[in-house]
């Protein structure tokens, strides 16, 4: 026994052992015959053991390896046993051996931070976020203390692969900007690591291939090709660079399935298909799928037995499978694929996370399914089916909140309180959107990357329109100068139905996305402005449609001015506020008094809105209120007035995180709110016009009443007037005053 030689065993397990640490100290160790002859002749020793372990190529002997990790627990490497066993465990892509793998990683865990092994614990952390079945925000709050541990060392490998976990992390919940920029910054902390910066690329491009646009797509193949010459380059033999090196492959064939170019992801996968056989089974399953040849690849697929495996082998298939019925005429048997991956989506937003701010973002994740069975049974006459789709994206996390309109809602939202998740259920129907929707006329947006489908709702029929290339182009020009007549003639053709100039009621859309922001009342038809006919009424999605059954009190809450330079704002306060309302500008203007104002019959906040990570936000002497605050608080006002910059904006899909949904779910029955930017004057006088008109108006008749007075008097940009618009139901409106007594 040489005690020199198993110290050297027992530093480099404790320095170099653990997957994803490397450099070149590290390599010329574990490559010395003297290490080698230590594991072969101090086998019996713990640390010895465990480097054997370690050192061994375990793809194959995974299982065995885990037993000799586990019964390594107790000795003087507890901490690195528990952590080789939880690492087996978790990664095996076996979920009944998850929970032992989670147990044994949080032990390693724990004991890593006692010995002040922050590197180290911050790896277990970085491994448990990765954890398929821990919920989005687990994950997301792992891999975001993994990162904070891995600054607390100071080493950039760490860094690198901590902020490589927060990017799959975020990744996984959908929120893609966040993933890109995570991805970026584990890339500028591998300089002189090519197996790191390989192993972030691949997962970049995982991520790129994951989106709906081509471009994405093809951009992931480059991420791959890189990932793939850093590997070739790296003159390192670990497990780590061989993992990687499989990976490549198995990623960058599905992608080529994606994008069609079968013959090359088949190509490409061969020369790993003696390695990864099930991974070369799936793709091959695919391509057939996509070729048409539903038998052949039903049958590799159950011998590779996708149903058992991670969502995203599970919905890639279905969805390829779905493409190739389509492809051969099997339009039922696509209809049935595409159910089944809208089916894991479902499931997956309901399981994987627990916060609802998350849940628009898991849901647009998932949403390509949606998308193309929406356009396939479009395209059969099916307009209904088609809408019942669309709102199946449309404010679900809105409806979550809701539940119903009777005493259910209270109890869900306690129940799910103490279960710290809201209640989930499920889309409308086509008979409940018909109810809701009665004799009402809308018209309802759905986008999935560069693609845009309107939906064309009247008298209980449902025409879709896919918008081309002319009319997205129309629409961008109409965004940038609603005030030309021309090109808002140009963007309503594409942007409304034919008969849109045939009624005078009240028109609905629900628009997100790119959508979001046109201001639909300027469109021009038949040579005059939408607003001047019809008004104009936003919602979340149809699921909004409805009034509450619930009372209010006389109570008008007015805030204005918080940080002191918005003069006409403060102005415009104290002009329409009437004789009782209470008012505070300036100092006064507090978040107390916004979160006050859950019953009261108006809320006006003439403050700044703005849009952050956290979602949307006004600004007020004290600090900042969140359209999460309106729900936590319950601050439900008969009607919001939010006069600030762009108060409707919001960034998911779903506008969740806006407040015209916050206040809706909260209790308001209507949102006055901006959809872009508008100049302090400029809103000061469409609120001074809007409240010129008779209160007995509904807050959607009111607003066009008084744009229609702005339009007469000719001097304010349709880029300030139309900016303003309101959310909720027209048909919900204000009880008539009581009739004056008569005189004596």
Same mark, same amino acid.
């Given at each position: 026994?040489?005690?020199?030689?198993?110290?050297?065993?027992?530093?480099?397990?404790?320095?170099?052992?653990?997957?994803?640490?490397?450099?070149?100290?590290?390599?010329?160790?574990?490559?010395?015959?003297?290490?080698?002859?230590?594991?072969?002749?101090?086998?019996?020793?713990?640390?010895?053991?465990?480097?054997?372990?370690?050192?061994?190529?375990?793809?194959?002997?995974?299982?065995?390896?885990?037993?000799?990790?586990?019964?390594?627990?107790?000795?003087?490497?507890?901490?690195?046993?528990?952590?080789?066993?939880?690492?087996?465990?978790?990664?095996?892509?076996?979920?009944?051996?998850?929970?032992?793998?989670?147990?044994?990683?949080?032990?390693?865990?724990?004991?890593?931070?006692?010995?002040?092994?922050?590197?180290?614990?911050?790896?277990?952390?970085?491994?448990?976020?990765?954890?398929?079945?821990?919920?989005?925000?687990?994950?997301?709050?792992?891999?975001?203390?993994?990162?904070?541990?891995?600054?607390?060392?100071?080493?950039?490998?760490?860094?690198?692969?901590?902020?490589?976990?927060?990017?799959?992390?975020?990744?996984?919940?959908?929120?893609?900007?966040?993933?890109?920029?995570?991805?970026?910054?584990?890339?500028?902390?591998?300089?002189?690591?090519?197996?790191?910066?390989?192993?972030?690329?691949?997962?970049?491009?995982?991520?790129?291939?994951?989106?709906?646009?081509?471009?994405?797509?093809?951009?992931?193949?480059?991420?791959?090709?890189?990932?793939?010459?850093?590997?070739?380059?790296?003159?390192?033999?670990?497990?780590?660079?061989?993992?990687?090196?499989?990976?490549?492959?198995?990623?960058?064939?599905?992608?080529?399935?994606?994008?069609?170019?079968?013959?090359?992801?088949?190509?490409?996968?061969?020369?790993?298909?003696?390695?990864?056989?099930?991974?070369?089974?799936?793709?091959?399953?695919?391509?057939?799928?996509?070729?048409?040849?539903?038998?052949?690849?039903?049958?590799?697929?159950?011998?590779?037995?996708?149903?058992?495996?991670?969502?995203?082998?599970?919905?890639?298939?279905?969805?390829?499978?779905?493409?190739?019925?389509?492809?051969?005429?099997?339009?039922?048997?696509?209809?049935?694929?595409?159910?089944?991956?809208?089916?894991?989506?479902?499931?997956?937003?309901?399981?994987?996370?627990?916060?609802?701010?998350?849940?628009?973002?898991?849901?647009?994740?998932?949403?390509?399914?949606?998308?193309?069975?929406?356009?396939?049974?479009?395209?059969?006459?099916?307009?209904?089916?088609?809408?019942?789709?669309?709102?199946?994206?449309?404010?679900?996390?809105?409806?979550?909140?809701?539940?119903?309109?009777?005493?259910?809602?209270?109890?869900?939202?306690?129940?799910?309180?103490?279960?710290?998740?809201?209640?989930?259920?499920?889309?409308?129907?086509?008979?409940?959107?018909?109810?809701?929707?009665?004799?009402?006329?809308?018209?309802?947006?759905?986008?999935?990357?560069?693609?845009?489908?309107?939906?064309?709702?009247?008298?209980?029929?449902?025409?879709?329109?896919?918008?081309?290339?002319?009319?997205?182009?129309?629409?961008?020009?109409?965004?940038?100068?609603?005030?030309?007549?021309?090109?808002?003639?140009?963007?309503?053709?594409?942007?409304?139905?034919?008969?849109?100039?045939?009624?005078?009621?009240?028109?609905?859309?629900?628009?997100?996305?790119?959508?979001?922001?046109?201001?639909?009342?300027?469109?021009?038809?038949?040579?005059?402005?939408?607003?001047?006919?019809?008004?104009?009424?936003?919602?979340?999605?149809?699921?909004?449609?409805?009034?509450?059954?619930?009372?209010?009190?006389?109570?008008?809450?007015?805030?204005?001015?918080?940080?002191?330079?918005?003069?006409?704002?403060?102005?415009?306060?104290?002009?329409?506020?009437?004789?009782?309302?209470? @008012?505070?500008?300036? *100092? =006064? !203007?507090? $978040? #107390?008094?916004?979160?006050? /104002?859950?019953?009261? &019959?108006?809320?006006? +906040? %003439?403050?700044?809105?703005?849009?952050?990570?956290?979602?949307?936000?006004?600004?007020?002497?004290?600090?900042?209120?969140?359209?999460?605050?309106?729900?936590?608080?319950?601050?439900?006002?008969?009607?919001?007035?939010?006069?600030?910059?762009?108060?409707?904006?919001?960034?998911?899909?779903?506008?969740?995180?806006?407040?015209?949904?916050?206040?809706?779910?909260?209790?308001?029955?209507?949102?006055?709110?901006?959809?872009?930017?508008?100049?302090?004057?400029?809103?000061?006088?469409?609120?001074?016009?809007?409240?010129?008109?008779?209160?007995?108006?509904?807050? @959607?008749?009111?607003? *066009? =009443? !008084?744009? $229609? #007075?702005?339009?007469?008097? /000719?001097?304010?940009? &349709?880029?300030?007037? +139309? %900016?303003?618009?309101?959310?909720?139901?027209?048909?919900?409106?204000?009880?008539?005053?009581?009739?004056?007594?008569?005189?004596?």
């Amino acid at each position: 026994m040489r005690p020199a030689a198993l110290a050297i065993a027992a530093l480099v397990l404790a320095e170099c052992a653990v997957p994803g640490a490397r450099g070149r100290w590290c390599r010329d160790l574990l490559r010395t015959r003297e290490l080698v002859a230590t594991m072969a002749q101090c086998g019996a020793l713990p640390a010895g053991r465990l480097a054997r372990s370690w050192h061994e190529d375990y793809a194959e002997r995974r299982e065995v390896l885990a037993k000799v990790a586990e019964g390594l627990v107790g000795t003087n490497v507890t901490a690195d046993a528990a952590y080789l066993a939880g690492y087996l465990h978790l990664s095996s892509g076996a979920p009944q051996r998850f929970p032992r793998g989670r147990i044994f990683m949080h032990g390693a865990l724990a004991l890593y931070r006692f010995a002040g092994r922050y590197e180290l614990s911050g790896r277990s952390l970085a491994m448990l976020s990765r954890d398929e079945e821990a919920s989005l925000e687990d994950s997301l709050a792992l891999a975001e203390a993994a990162v904070e541990e891995a600054k607390r060392v100071g080493d950039p490998r760490a860094v690198n692969a901590a902020e490589t976990a927060l990017a799959e992390a975020y990744s996984g919940a959908g929120l893609a900007d966040d993933a890109r920029e995570a991805f970026v910054r584990a890339a500028e902390h591998a300089v002189g690591d090519p197996v790191g910066l390989a192993f972030t690329y691949l997962k970049h491009g995982r991520l790129l291939s994951d989106l709906p646009d081509k471009t994405d797509k093809v951009a992931s193949l480059r991420y791959y090709a890189a990932a793939e010459d850093l590997i070739r380059n790296s003159d390192t033999d670990d497990q780590t660079r061989r993992s990687i090196s499989y990976a490549i492959p198995v990623n960058r064939a599905a992608v080529l399935v994606e994008l069609e170019r079968l013959d090359e992801a088949i190509l490409d996968l061969e020369p790993s298909a003696p390695i990864y056989a099930l991974q070369f089974d799936v793709v091959r399953a695919h391509v057939l799928a996509a070729r048409g040849d539903l038998t052949a690849a039903k049958a590799l697929a159950a011998g590779a037995k996708i149903e058992e495996r991670e969502i995203e082998y599970r919905t890639e298939f279905a969805v390829a499978a779905a493409r190739g019925a389509a492809k051969i005429g099997a339009l039922d048997e696509a209809e049935h694929f595409y159910r089944e991956a809208i089916a894991i989506a479902e499931d997956e937003r309901v399981k994987r996370t627990n916060r609802p701010e998350l849940r628009p973002w898991v849901l647009a994740r998932g949403a390509t399914p949606y998308i193309e069975l929406l356009a396939l049974v479009a395209s059969q006459g099916r307009g209904m089916d088609a809408l019942v789709l669309s709102e199946s994206l449309h404010a679900r996390t809105w409806l979550d909140q809701i539940v119903d309109d009777g005493g259910g809602r209270a109890e869900a939202l306690r129940n799910a309180e103490l279960r710290r998740q809201a209640p989930t259920v499920e889309p409308l129907t086509a008979d409940a959107l018909r109810a809701r929707l009665g004799d009402r006329q809308a018209v309802v947006f759905v986008t999935r990357g560069t693609s845009t489908w309107r939906l064309d709702v009247s008298g209980g029929a449902v025409a879709v329109v896919a918008l081309t290339a002319e009319d997205q182009a129309a629409i961008t020009a109409f965004r940038a100068a609603p005030d030309d007549r021309a090109v808002a003639a140009r963007a309503a053709a594409a942007l409304l139905p034919t008969d849109v100039a045939a009624r005078r009621d009240p028109l609905y859309v629900v628009a997100g996305g790119p959508l979001a922001d046109v201001p639909f009342a300027a469109l021009v038809v038949d040579g005059r402005r939408v607003v001047e006919t019809r008004a104009i009424a936003r919602l979340p999605g149809l699921a909004a449609l409805g009034c509450r059954a619930r009372s209010w009190s006389e109570a008008e809450i007015f805030v204005g001015d918080a940080e002191g330079d918005l003069p006409a704002a403060a102005a415009e306060v104290r002009q329409v506020a009437g004789p009782g309302a209470a @008012v505070h500008i300036g *100092a =006064a !203007a507090t $978040r #107390a008094r916004v979160l006050e /104002a859950g019953a009261a &019959a108006t809320l006006h +906040a %003439a403050v700044h809105g703005r849009v952050t990570r956290a979602g949307a936000t006004l600004t007020l002497a004290d600090g900042v209120v969140t359209a999460s605050d309106v729900l936590a608080h319950g601050v439900g006002p008969r009607v919001a007035i939010l006069t600030g910059c762009a108060t409707s904006a919001a960034l998911d899909a779903e506008a969740w995180d806006g407040f015209p949904s916050a206040f809706l779910a909260a209790g308001s029955e209507h949102v006055v709110a901006t959809l872009r930017t508008v100049p302090d004057r400029g809103a000061a006088q469409v609120v001074a016009a809007y409240y010129a008109q008779p209160a007995t108006l509904g807050p @959607v008749e009111r607003l *066009a =009443a !008084a744009q $229609r #007075a702005l339009l007469a008097d /000719a001097t304010l940009s &349709a880029d300030v007037w +139309a %900016a303003f618009t309101v959310w909720g139901d027209a048909a919900c409106r204000p009880a008539a005053p009581p009739p004056t007594p008569a005189a004596p």
